[in-house]
């Protein structure tokens, strides 16, 4: 039979009564014919108490054992989905990460999946078994340890199962009814896409937008999975939610599909920084090292030797950068003048595979933005995006006036 695989955000399974619903969803698969696996995040909610009680408990925590903590919210809904499903008489497992077994690395808490046997569960469905649920999130390393694969690693699960069983799609079950153009809470003109390339997603997901974790739509990418993203409190459609796929299953593209933005952002700028070779590597290897996620950069025109160099980070990572800034001056391996930070600006960011064969996108935001009176402060393009740096309180303005005046609202 054909595998489909489900997956239920924290959201879809919060309680017994929305278990029970997703459920029925993937008895209505079942009924087409497929085996389902189902991948299930914990409770809504139930993750953070735990990371909470970890904390109180032990502040400088052994990190397998909060693996060994964490995880377990899962494995409690993985549970009482099969039960529903028997229930229902439909033949239902649950399975933990290491009874597939999901093999990972051994970095907990931030672990990376290698290996996904299909042995175990094939065999199963051979002998009469329907639907496997498997609790996502989690792993076991070459150790022998339960790891977890940190924020949204339910997502990744889903990706990485329907890649290894060959799966015709892989659903994505949340609160929301699809991927929009912008987010809907910003602007009510919003429109909801019905199909969007995985490169478009990609972009989305790391500038801002919080439908898919990033690293499940790169597995989906490498593995040509296509997902669908919809809700799990609408009735059942073959057409509902939005499509991510290939680039060559999209008719026509508009020039952008999308608008993104992330709020927390800070700027931070080293001023007259030495203008010599290797300086971009003494100044961004102690910020990796430091674990600073850096994204836009920016180096002034050298004048006597010396530059400037711009960079933006999210805002609670600040402190980080600058004491990792400060220590690499303390050695010498940097010299500069003065560190210039701006906790106050957002990043605004249009995303659209349509941009590769359209001129004037660039300036058309731009333009944009200057009419409603938003300055610039930093630029960064790629082939399908372009992100700009604003200040914070023209944030919700710039969205709203970008996804105008590209007429994001129409199809």
Known sequence: MPTLVMKFGGTSVANLDRIARAAKRVAYEVAKGYDVIVIVSAMSGKTNEMVGWVNETSPLYDAREYDAVVSSGENVTAGLMALRLQEMDIPARSWQGWQVPVKTTSAHSSARIKEIPTDNISAKFGEGMRVAIVAGFQGVSSEGRITT??????????????????????????????????????????????????????????????????????????????????????????????????????????????????????????????????????????????????????????????TDMTFSCPVDQVLRAQSALQAAAANDSINYHELVTDEGVAKVSIVGIGMRSHAGVAAKMFATLRDEGVNIKVITTSEIKVSVLIDRKYMELAVQALHDAFDLDKT
């Open 149 to 306: 694969l940190g924020r949204g690693g339910s997502d990744t699960t889903a990706v990485a199962f329907a890649a290894a069983f060959g799966a015709e799609r892989c659903d994505i079950y949340t609160d929301v009814d699809g991927i929009y153009t912008t987010d809907p809470r910003i602007t009510s003109k919003a429109r909801k896409l019905d199909k969007i390339s995985f490169e478009e997603m990609l972009e989305l997901a790391s500038l801002g937008a919080k439908v898919l974790q990033t690293r499940s739509v790169e597995l989906a990418m490498r593995f040509k999975v296509k997902l669908r993203v919809l809700s799990s409190f609408e009735e059942p459609s073959d057409t509902a939610g939005t499509l991510v796929c290939d680039e060559e299953e999209i008719m026509e593209s508009k020039a952008v599909a999308g608008v993104a933005y992330s709020r927390d952002e800070a700027k931070m700028t080293l001023i007259s920084v030495a203008d010599r070779p290797g300086i971009a590597a003494a100044i961004f290897g102690p910020l990796a090292e430091a674990g600073v996620n850096v994204d836009m950069i920016v180096q002034n025109i050298s004048e006597d030797g010396r």
